[in-house]
């Protein structure tokens, strides 16, 4: 039976962890393992991002979105995922009137006025409009909606140094990503992230 993954990572194309993510969707797609997962946080066709005035607050409720339709949430954590800030500049979650920002993907005209005039609080979610980064929004939606929460260290070793504090909770149960075989070789840690799943 498939399970619906969602993974959380950084996608840097400088320090960034893209290789621990490359590996679990490997291990999605091919014939040798069993972990039959749906990367829910996959840019799919009719994203908000394709928009090109896509502002932060519609990609935190998007990640609200394909977080409630999973049945757990994977963490990748490397040495700059507690640097990363992208998203957390939101003036309007700071009562800062008028309220501008900048939308995702940018653009030639520098910041856009506020989607919003107010809010009014969030009672199933975590609310869109707030100054988390995004990864601090994901990892706050999935501890709200109580889903299995796995965090993997980029990492032959428990880093516990790298956990950003809104982690340190899971600092027990975090594990390195990275583990040997019987052959010295450096291999993702397949059989903890079976076991979590219960595909044992």
């Given at each position: 039976m498939e399970k619906r993954i969602y993974i959380s990572a950084d996608y840097s194309n400088n320090n960034g962890d893209r290789n621990v993510v490359d590996i679990l969707k490997r291990w999605g797609?091919?014939?040798?393992?069993?972990?039959?997962?749906?990367?829910?946080?996959?840019?799919?066709?009719?994203?908000?991002?394709?928009?090109?005035d896509c502002?932060?607050?519609?990609?935190?409720?998007?990640f609200n979105r394909q977080i409630?339709?999973?049945?757990?949430?994977?963490?990748?954590?490397?040495?700059?995922?507690?640097?990363?800030i992208a998203g957390n500049a939101c003036s309007l979650a700071k009562y800062i009137s008028p309220s501008f920002c900048t939308p995702y993907k940018g653009n030639a005209n520098g910041k856009k006025y506020c989607k919003y005039t107010r809010t009014v609080p969030a009672i199933?979610?975590?609310?869109?409009v707030?100054?988390?980064?995004?990864?601090?929004?994901?990892?706050?939606?999935?501890?709200?909606?109580e889903k299995i929460i796995i965090i993997f260290y980029n990492s032959l070793r428990k880093e516990v140094g790298?956990?950003?504090?809104?982690?340190?909770?899971?600092?027990?149960?975090?594990?390195?990503?990275w583990i040997k075989n019987s052959l010295g070789e450096k291999v993702g840690n397949y059989s903890y992230l079976k076991k979590v799943l219960n595909y044992e």
């Open positions: 797609q091919d014939n040798l393992h069993k972990v039959n997962f749906i990367d829910m946080a996959q840019v799919i066709s009719g994203s908000v991002s394709e928009n090109p502002r932060p607050c519609d990609l935190k409720s998007e409630n339709a999973s049945s757990a949430v994977i963490f990748v954590v490397g040495d700059y995922t507690a640097k990363r199933n979610n975590v609310g869109n707030n100054t988390y980064s995004y990864i601090h929004h994901e990892f706050e939606q999935a501890k709200k909606k790298w956990l950003p504090d809104y982690m340190k909770q899971y600092e027990q149960s975090a594990q390195p990503f």
